[in-house]
């Protein structure tokens, strides 16, 4: 993927106004130095979505969405990192740079995304040629339209349809090889990787053919479903088929409805469901969690009602409970047994399908009816067990009200709270905001520049680079160095950008706090207050450095270098005295 130097990104973000960019789809409105707004990524009356000009970022109280004007395209317009660059420079004028390199490595994506093309329009044409294929879709109600949309196609019987139709000559050979459509056997000899299937090509985010799904006609031709391998372009841990149609087919995603086959996706979209996606077989990864509630805050996971099913539920269960922000939902819906969605949406309509949906078990029931599947609760022994199979996966829950919620109920099931955590802290009040410190609490000086740093990131650039407190040992210390070192090099950078640097660090929480803490005072205040306590850290450097060559004076004695060095610090301090 080609890859866009920070620098640019840095000078795109200084040059947009986040307040134009979400003004332009929330209504925004002036409250102070900041705007304010009821979240769009969650469902409130009372506004918590605050959007702060001077630091160029935007904070929802309420669930906790944060980011700049680039994170909040992608997640209010669900657009991808490099589309949203390019909204943003387009408008601002500003042409996305890519190395030549790059420029390279994108013709040859390209060829790869047009064999890919290529070899769908072959299986779309052989489909039109298969009485057989279409006998199988008249059979499944999957009309004209919907084959359209989705570019169903068939892979003719025999071992070199694709292979005599576009493989003519090396070059293509090779491509057609790296999209994954042939195999090879022992011998080294080249053959289709798909024969007499139907061929559901997978889209990428933008519509693009990134592999193929193939389905068996009849059930005792091999694996039911067969899947592209790997390629350059597809990991399917990351991808969800459908995707790309729900998208097209709805202005806003209310919910997504995760099945297992490609079948069931199309017959729902068939009989009116049109919010379905499958994963291509595999288990529902943390990835796959990610890009459901990026596109829709309700997710729904059909499985069997069987073992294997409960098993892959619980899969799902453990990717998304580390995305269970607020205002997101997910719940589990167990099919009755020889049952699959293609079946039920036959037999009961858009309606039935949907009624069953309406009954689905939230994620928190099934979440404690799995937990104490073999234990007893009626015993002591068996509360105690709950509580601790319960307590690591709640700890994964990001704060917010239905993590407390959750840990309540384990107090209520089993008398235990879940940890420190355990005593429920009140649901956020809007616009709150923490006071600066806790009363009785002095802050560090190390943690006094940060405050500030984050507030005005420029201001870092008044620290010298070679300021002489960097081995001074101070909890944060290291924190400090990276956010001094960051800003210098990158001078433009807003307090949203460097937010989003650590976002995926275990600081990312305590930053984004301060961050978002009421300051006294302006920006020349600031430049002061950052400047003192610099001062202050390199006194007690010094005093470190003193006390640790008089140690060494005590210990092991010194040498020449280690006296000149101490009597100097020695001067320094009766100076300031
Ligand atoms: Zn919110």
């Known amino acids: 993927m080609a890859r866009i130097p920070d620098a640019f990104i840095d000078e795109l973000l200084a040059r947009t106004d986040i307040v134009e960019v979400v003004g332009g789809r929330v209504p925004l409105k002036r409250q102070g130095k900041e705007y304010s707004a009821c ?52 408008r601002n004028g500003m042409e996305v740079p890519r190395e030549t390199q790059q420029r390279n490595e994108n013709n040859d994506t390209r060829d790869l995304f047009n064999a890919l093309e290529a070899a769908a329009r072959f299986f779309q044409r052989n489909l039109e040629g298969s009485d057989k294929a279409k006998a199988y879709l008249d059979g499944r109600g999957v009309d004209a339209a919907i084959r359209t949309q989705f570019m169903i196609g068939y892979a003719p019987d025999g071992y070199s349809a694709l292979k005599d139709a576009l493989g003519t000559d090396e070059r293509r050979m090779k491509l057609l090889d790296r999209a994954g459509l042939f195999s090879k056997n022992d011998r080294g000899h080249v053959y289709d990787k798909f024969r007499d299937r139907v061929m559901f090509p997978i889209h990428d985010r933008r519509g693009r053919v990134i592999a193929f799904g193939g389905r068996v006609l009849q059930k005792d031709d091999g694996p039911k479903y067969l899947n592209s391998p790997e390629t350059a372009l597809f990991h399917k841990g990351r991808e969800l088929y459908g995707l790309w149609q729900v998208k097209q087919a709805n202005q806003k995603i209310a919910r997504l409805v995760v099945v297992e086959g490609y079948m069931d996706v199309v017959s729902l979209f068939q009989f009116g469901v049109k919010e379905a996606v499958a994963t291509l077989g595999t288990a529902t990864t943390p990835e796959h969690a990610e890009l459901l509630f990026r596109n829709a805050p309700d997710v729904y996971f059909c499985f ?72 007893k609760l009626s015993t002591l022994d068996g509360k105690a067990r709950l509580a601790e199979r319960a307590r690591p996966l709640l700890a994964q829950i990001p704060d917010g009200a239905f993590g407390d919620l959750m840990r309540q109920q384990l107090t209520v099931v089993t008398g235990v709270g879940a940890g420190s955590a355990a005593t429920p802290s009140a649901p956020p009040t809007p616009t ?146």
């Open 39 to 90: 979240c769009p990524f969650h469902d409130e009356r009372s506004p918590s979505f605050t959007v702060s000009p001077t630091k160029q970022f935007y904070h929802c109280f309420g669930c906790g969405a944060h980011g700049t004007a680039l994170s909040f395209l992608m997640n209010y317009d669900r657009l991808e990192f490099l589309d949203a660059v390019e909204e943003l420079a387009r």
């Open 432 to 577: 709150r905001r923490p006071p600066a410190t806790s009363p009785g609490q002095k802050p560090s000086l190390v943690r006094h520049i940060i405050v500030r740093l984050l507030h005005k990131p420029a201001l870092a650039l008044a620290i010298e680079s070679t300021h002489g407190f960097s081995a001074l040992r101070l909890p944060g210390m290291e924190l400090l160095l990276e956010l001094i070192a960051l800003v210098h090099a990158r001078p433009d950078i807003t307090t949203g950008v460097l937010l989003e640097h650590f976002a995926e660090r275990d600081e990312a929480a305590a930053l984004q706090k301060l961050a978002m803490q009421e300051l006294p005072g302006d920006e020349e205040s600031w430049r002061l207050e950052l400047l003192d306590a610099a001062v202050q850290l390199e006194k007690q450097m010094l005093q470190q450095r003193l006390e640790e060559l008089q140690a060494k004076q005590r210990n092991v004695g010194l040498d020449e270098a280690d006296k000149y060095e101490l009597r100097t610090l020695l001067q320094a301090r009766i100076g300031r005295h």
């Open 304 to 375: 069997d009602g069987d073992a294997a099913g409960q098993r892959a539920a619980w899969r799902a269960l453990e990717s998304v409970l580390p995305r269970m922000k607020d205002g997101r939902q997910a719940f589990f819906l167990f099919l009755p047994d020889g049952e699959d969605p293609d079946t039920i949406v036959r037999q009961e309509g858009a309606a039935g399908f949907d009624a069953r949906l309406q009954e689905a078990m939230p994620l928190s029931e099934f979440f404690f009816q799995e937990l104490g599947k073999d234990i």
